[in-house]
């Protein structure tokens, strides 16, 4: 049966095409800058937005109508894998992600939840194999059951901290089983509500702890998937360890786990945090640490996580930007971490949410590639600090300088003279390079 | 001459005192657990919010009427320093801070200007001797010059480089001269507006070299200090480097700066980060990185730092709770990087202002010692945490546990119970701590 | 059956009792400013957060642990009803509030609905009669139901408006039948989610249309309840119309509605809006409009509704003074609209959170009182506006100046001299007061 | 002599161009719509980022390197003069717009001070003769000086309302001298830093007795400009009682001036105050009171008033969208109320960045006017709402529905359909539009 009977199959159209089922940029096999899009882009569907949440809120239930809504149990999980390679097909998307929960419903035992997890992972597999379409990365949900209250990785329990451990080693099985390229640890609970009651330190050393035993259960059984960590400031914990990008690598570094650990940094995350996207992937790939991309964008009137399907040109072309600048996001993806609005709420919506997505990274793609074809802000950068190729400058990069060495020069160098830094007349240019094919 | 002959000394009358030029709770030689206040508080006088700014903002001129208007150049750097030590006096502080530029004019050339420093900073430093008052810290003023649009230790011209540096040197021999306590490098034009013209790898490199050759350069003149970075995320800068502990600690790391600087952390720079001001002090005193506060408050509905005088007892007792779980502040001090509001435009003002703050930290101290006294929190977080001191929490804090014997634990571990963290409950104690003596 | 067993009533023991099940400063039958305690605060407590909600947010389940948990239906309804009357009796709040839904259930038709309220209601209104205790106000839930997903009042089917025009009857003859002080209307759902496929003008129009049925229904029934309107800026809406107190007024103004109406404001609202509570309190007052109170308090550096119990002695005293200003708050209230934290999620939590919030309100009101008694600010604001008591100010206030005559006192009147605010002195004070009994 | 040497005149060269001081979409004679570009824009420069100001921020100097610098006093005024009319013409902009303190320096006394204004006025109404150019507004600067420090129309000072009042004079008569279309007035010193030594009702009565002197002499002298208060909510002062177009609103009807005043928006003061420019700008229209418009960009992720130049695509089309469906912006105009960056310091930048503002909008404009033509949103809007076109909607609507009618019809009308928003398609067809010429 068909799970989306109204939608076709989603191809390429071109720019001027006024079908709402067609791609107007994004087209797979289009070669940019070397490498077809779909190789650049690696899309992902997100499980938990697109099949299995259902549009509440804090204030309201669901208002998601799917064809699947009169399912419940085994026979809903089943429907919905179903229904998601329907999606992911018709949408030529060739990745997804997910959380173990999403996929499968707990059972009265963690026993019975893995035996319920096994039996959905099996029916997936044949699906992979069938389509091709491939899984980005797992994770654990240690966030939504009762039980992680307190925390998962940080709790104060350690009961529930088994029961999270027991949880990532089902996970890293699964993550073997299906070739998943990536495995990810989102924080949500791992955090505060007050500093009063909270003990950080050992928190933060029993989080690095889970993560060291993940390691060695990954090593041990063979499974060489990325591992990954997501930021995000704070929602719903009052304060998350994980904050943005560099709180993240601080950790990594103080716990010495930055060899093995990489960065799965999302939009709304990010702003959420104070900074940019492109912030926060540059932050990330100076430390060679990019690993792949929740693609969303966040309404920054707003303080909580929107979670839209990205749609603005402005941030999807400098987030492309970055990762050309990266050579490219590796074993990672752009995972639509990313939910229809709740008034968006028949199916079709699904589908015009994807494809406004994906359409905005793949302009995105071809903006970034020709401003870095064209060397629009590498000139500027390096005409801007060329002063350090050379003389003075040399001796400061190359280490020879000292401060009496510098005081030296410096007495006799009067005055200083400096350069515009031209930032409106970049931006118009940027605008010119957005508007124009 | 008195410059503020209309405010008499400053004594402790306590809490029931109706006299305006009276501590309420500041009581230097009052013994709070173990230490007199004086030597727990470690106030210190900011010269550049007290002494020398105006009361301008974006939209308007300085509004401040001070007995020392009608002095210009040297004659008033002379003045504001007779000035500041009748104030610190009188406000029994004993400590000051200060900018390069708080103190002296620059001059036509960097050589004259380090003229106009050398003569202030001995006057100072008969000052010092007279009044027994010390040098908290000092720092270059790297921000407020046209020359340092585009950063000093990271701008993008080397001559502005060279120049920042012997700003560095001066000010090290400046503070080995006057004996400072530590040296702070507070990075207000270290970042970025935008990055399409920017190259951060290059210029966090080169603010890492700064730092290097600020170490070197100490240690061989013999200047013994403690190295401090003071982290703010935003503010002149649309981003600053050092955003917030976590990120400066990130780069400390990375730089393998860390054993040789601390962190000066301000309250208002923690709430622009999105964190409160505990927050901060946590995260660094889990490093072992508290180096020294700079004490005020924000607004949190605004959006800019506003610097105001630190009044909020909630505030200034869990700073002071967070100082005392660190054994103290050590070198450091209570710097109020406060300034009077614009419309507190009077003398006396810069003593009610003061008052108002030293009796804050002064009975924040006073709370939180007592909490800590009766093990408040403690106790609750030793009940809290309690299962990781035996059994299965023992073997996970020890090393012991892996995914593989965590998992067979929570197979049979069912169900999981926890226990409520009682935070209205702790809120209430608190309050009842605040509200008696 | 006692839903509480565990928690004895609250008596008011002082501000020295250790007993966690006691009042410290809410002391019902102590007068203050010429009022019982219980006359001036008038608390109620929040059916929904109290006796419904569970503790769920966005990212996770309920976490509530409550005694009536294993019921479902018209049983689970019942009980709450029993358990909600054994909490107020035990906390000794006169009051109480609810939505439509959050009493009884929705059955299968809008008939079955309302019979299932009619049930509940007189259950309640028997428990009222035993208790003594009455209605602050009820309101109808139109927003938690997905047919509320477009508004309500504002929504674009008019098949929605018709159902929540019925709901709002419904709910006017349930304020009459049991005695409610005043009715509310909070619109969660009442603005857009984006502008590009709103018609906001009809949207206005039709609430405005909404309002006036109302007050014509209950004047039809007299039904003499004050009616109030509940401003929020965004949360779960993208933007509310009511975004605060004075967009509110607008509305009010522009519909010609000002006369029946008055506010509900509630401290998260305004500080969500951008506003201190007691900022939104004196627009408020200075039009007449001052309703009602929903007491809580949120977390200025998170974005959402943190609903949490209000604890800040700051503002709980600068809230009571604005009421004691408005010479009272009325046939309003205050009434808890905060919710445990999800950690704190049993039974005895419920306690601790009124508690900690009915004795930050009581202190509040003893700090207000004594300010006002004292005349600290008044007196303060009588000398600073003094100029405007005499000669030209006089002119200007009492309607006789015009620019000419203005210009021509200003052409000889040179230089103007300004008087310091004294911000920091008043704050100083302050604290003194809320330090001193 | 020529002020911007090395800047030509610029002209349109189409989206292609490569010339950094051409147009690449504003083409003042194009037809849009119906009308040129030109009548539709009316763009205006501001003096007071333009001329006037040099770059400096809280924390630095002015930075701009300009032709004038060398002079002062009156003598610089008149060599702005001079500057503006080159880059006014240089720029094919329509209009201007200034603050009396930005064309002329205060001078001892305020008559002085009016001499100087008048000197300046006078070539200034040379320069407009021999140009063409016109003012499209003039205000006066009630908020930099430092008599201004408690406000000017709201001050508790009855000697600086005076001073206030005659500015006020003194900037109708300059207004009537040169033309004006517009006065203006911003409130950024009427608000209060705290409440505590605040009265806010004789502040808010003071400000509307100002306006209304302000009215009858701009009627006595036969000034018809319209008058415009703008919004903003906060800095300088902690808050502002225009906060934003619906307080003001508010004010104007509470005190009934509503039928001689409007608007004046800013999209950086809509941001601030939580909103998008185009919620400010359909709030204002929906009362017929949309009167001009300060066209800039905040930076969303920063808390002050960044006065960007506008580039943002979406920002312009949705704010030109919002601009006819008003009919046009009337007397009004289009004035980049805006700065260049501190780093863009050379006096090319203020050409580019003009530049880019002007083609932003222009290009907005096109977008706009294709959406509204092709009714890419009306028709989404006419579908959405058509249940209020008959029936049941129309009995709402027409007012003959009462809350019995609407229960009559709810109770039989089971189950209720809604439709989906389609948010996501929209943006999609957006971004087409925004691409396609």
Known sequence: MSYFSSVPNIDYEGAASTNAFAFKHYNPDAVVAGKTMREHLRFAVAYWHTLTAGGADPFGAGTA??????????????????AAFELLVKLKVPYFCFHDRDIAPEGDTLRETNRNLDTIVDIIKEHMKATGVKLLW????MFTHPRFVHGAGTTNNADVYAYAAAQVKKGLEVGKELGAENYVFWGGREGYETLINTDMRLELDNLARLYRMAIEYA????????????????????????????????????YGLKDRFKLNLEANHATLAGHTFEHELRVTRMHGLLGSLDANQGDTLLGWDTDEFPTDLYATTLTMYEVLQNGGIGRGGINFDAKVRRGSFEAEDLFHAHIAGM????????????????????DTIARRYASFKEGIGLDIVSGKATLASLEQYAMQNNPIRNASGRQEQLKAIFNQYLLSE
Chains 1, 2, 3, 4 share one sequence.
């Open 219 to 254: 090593d041990e059984i063979g499974f060489d998937a990325q591992f990954l960590i997501e930021p995000k400031p704070k929602e719903p914990t009052k304060h998350q360890y994980d904050f943005d990008a560099a709180t993240t690598i601080a950790f990594l570094q103080h």
């Open 65 to 82: 109508v799917r064809s699947w809504d009169r399912l419940s149990g085994m026979d809903l999980a089943k429907a919905r894998v179903e």
């Open 359 to 378: 359409d905005a990274y793949a302009k995105g793609l071809k903006v970034a590639a020709r401003l870095i074809e064209d060397r629009v802000f590498e």
């Open 138 to 141: 797992n994770t654990a949900n």
